[in-house]
């Protein structure tokens, strides 16, 4: 009998988005995707309204009940998990901080360097973030700033939770700051303890169980939560574990390999690579601090819909407009109807022409900042090269998702832009990778399972996304 | 326990000589921040702010020392580190025969103390005990 093979064949994994609940139904016992349903989120009248209606809406097309034994979620409704970030110094630990923060699948809304002045500690004030992350200062390093920043934020009217992860030699003071503040807060493991060396482990174990205790009740998802066995968690997060378990593989099967995956959306383009990065060749020195296995960057300035204008301001006008094969002036007319209309979808030959050269253009910037630079230098035993960033050049696999590119009809021509390029042979991209198109939306979905079952994610993911 | 953040400054690929200050400030109780070679100057000086420390020294043995400093205790200053050491030693300019005149071109752009590629380490550590008792 089947149903022997597993105790929890049938799963619902789901995302509650900031406009839509996504589900998705699985038959893990057999690694079967079964379909899909969503209904508008319903963050007024109770979360749980919008989610029976997406799976009404799944029932309806697989036309039969479907009863889930296990049910997984993630979520970016209510604005997703927003965090500031504060640290010293902007290429050590302001960088590091942020690694950390979208590691766990934060959206950051703000980041400081140095001490706060007043200007900024009200702008603090008025993001009210889900989470602010306060670090500065290596272990024994400096200690001044992030206590100067500590007395700022205690004496602001911010409610905000503090995570402090910074010099451990003013953690104590910093305690009593925020205690004699009644500040929210906790104490954890500095984001950068030596120079160079990035420790975020800790940081993403406090933002994980903060997410959990504090902020699900905050957004009003805290029903959600009891529906669910797994742990409810970000949106990108999930995303995240599926890019692990996919490149890694699970204890039973072997993973792809490196890997690259592009998240182009409406409002920001999201990259995720799984690579360790490190110099290719011999003769290559590194620069600055190693990057996480496991790291996602945020191009919150380019997007297809509501950032759109981003893409033409960083990339030109004239060329996305010859590309789409159009005149400039059409090109911009086009894009300046975009930005308030999110779900809008190109109506004719043209504009698919010019969405697609605008995709294009937000997947090349969005992948060059994403991956690391060489430069040369000419030194008086010749000249040497020097590596800032990860070398994704012999990554093994890129997938695409979001709605851009799974809906589009040549998916992998647009991915194809997401390759090293001899003009630009500097910029560390993938050399020869394998394509793949996550048509179905299943990424996040793949994360969640992996929570519970990895080996039955892992086949999901091969059969759906990387064939 | 002194914060001393070491490296070889520029496209200078000498490592050696840098190395071995870092172990002799080690073995001498010292924590040391080791940038390593080809280090340009601000990273000297990010990495000064975030570890707190009371000195720089800086190497460089390809005579282009004149040019990769330029500036150096200005942007000290400016990063907030007026009252940070700083050091230079190595093979600092080309063709100039007479050390003293190295050593006050460099002092001029507001380095604490200028050593040639002969210094014996030990007066520098005794060099560098001393300047920093002074300040504290």
């Not at chain 1, 500590?150 to 602001?156: I, R, Y």
């Not at chain 1, 601090?289 to 297809?304: C, S």
Request: charged share 20%.
């Amino acid at each position: 009998m089947k149903n022997s093979k597993k105790a929890s064949r049938f799963a619902l994994a789901v995302d509650f988005g900031s406009t839509y609940t996504k589900v998705k139904a699985f038959d893990l016992a057999d690694y079967l995707f079964l379909g899909s349903g969503s209904s508008p989120t319903t963050l007024d009248e109770g979360i749980m309204t919008g989610l029976e209606a997406a799976i009404a809406d799944l029932e309806a097309r697989l036309k039969r009940p479907f009863q889930p034994d296990l049910r997984m979620a993630c979520s970016s409704a209510a604005g997703g998990l927003r965090m500031i970030t504060i640290g010293l110094v902007p290429s050590l630990t302001v960088q590091a901080a942020k690694y950390a923060a979208l590691g766990a699948g934060a959206k950051i809304v703000g980041v400081y360097s140095g001490e706060l002045n007043r200007k900024e500690v009200g702008q603090i004030e008025l993001l009210a973030p889900d989470i602010i992350l306060l670090c500065g200062g290596t272990d024994s390093g400096n200690q001044n700033v992030i206590i100067a920043n500590a007395k700022q934020l205690s004496e602001s009217t911010n409610g905000s939770p503090i995570i402090v992860a910074g010099n451990k030699s003013a953690a104590d003071k910093i305690e009593n700051i925020f205690r004699c503040a009644q500040k929210d807060f906790v104490v954890t493991d500095n984001v950068m303890p030596e120079l160079g060396v990035l420790n975020i482990d800790g940081v993403q174990e406090s933002i994980r169980k903060w997410f959990l205790d504090k902020i699900i009740r905050a957004k009003g998802l805290d029903a959600a939560q009891k529906f669910m066995n797994g742990n409810l968690i970000p949106t990108p997060s999930a995303v995240l574990q599926a890019a692990e378990l996919i490149s890694k593989g699970s204890k039973s099967e072997e993973g792809i390999g490196e890997l690259v995956i592009v998240d182009i959306g409406g409002a920001t383009t999201d990259i995720h690579s799984a690579a360790e990065g490190d110099p290719e060749e011999g003769g290559v020195i590194y620069r600055g601090f190693k990057e996480p296995f496991i790291k996602r960057t945020v191009e919150g300035d380019i997007g297809m819909r509501h950032c759109v204008e981003g893409i033409i301001q960083a990339a030109g006008l004239e060329g996305i407009a010859y590309s789409s094969g159009v005149v400039p002036s059409i090109l911009q007319k086009y894009c300046s109807t975009l930005s308030d209309r999110c779900a809008y979808l190109p109506e004719s030959p043209e504009q698919g022409r010019m969405d697609t050269a605008l995709a294009k253009a937000a997947i090349e910037l969005a992948i060059d900042r994403h991956a690391g630079k060489l430069t040369s230098a000419y030194t008086s035993s010749g000249e040497i090269l020097i590596q800032k960033g990860k070398d994704l050049r012999n990554v093994s696999a890129v997938i695409g998702t979001g709605g851009a590119i799974a809906y589009h009809a040549s998916p992998l021509a647009l991915l194809q832009v997401t390759r090293f390029n001899a003009r630009a042979p500097f910029s560390l991209r993938p050399k020869d990778p394998r394509f793949h198109v996550d048509r179905h939306y299943l990424l996040y979905a793949v994360g969640l399972i992996a929570q519970i079952d990895p080996v039955a994610a892992l086949r999901v993911a091969r059969r759906y996304i990387t064939v | 326990m002194n914060t001393i953040v070491t490296g070889v400054i520029g496209v200078d690929a000498h490592i050696i000589g840098n190395r071995i200050i870092q172990k002799v400030l080690e073995n001498e109780g010292f924590r040391v921040v080791s940038l390593g070679a080809l280090t340009p100057a601000e990273d000297f000086i990010e990495a000064a702010v975030e570890t707190n420390a009371d000195a720089i020294v800086i190497s460089s043995l390809y005579g282009q020392a004149q040019i990769d400093c330029e500036g150096f205790r200005d942007k000290c200053n400016e990063a907030g580190l007026q009252e940070i050491l700083l050091y230079l030693g190595g093979n600092l300019a080309v063709g100039r025969k007479d050390f003293a005149e190295v050593e006050k071109i460099f002092k001029d752009m507001g380095f604490n103390r200028v050593y040639p590629p002969t210094v014996n380490l030990k007066d520098f550590v005794a060099d560098l005990k001393n300047d920093l008792n002074e300040e504290q």
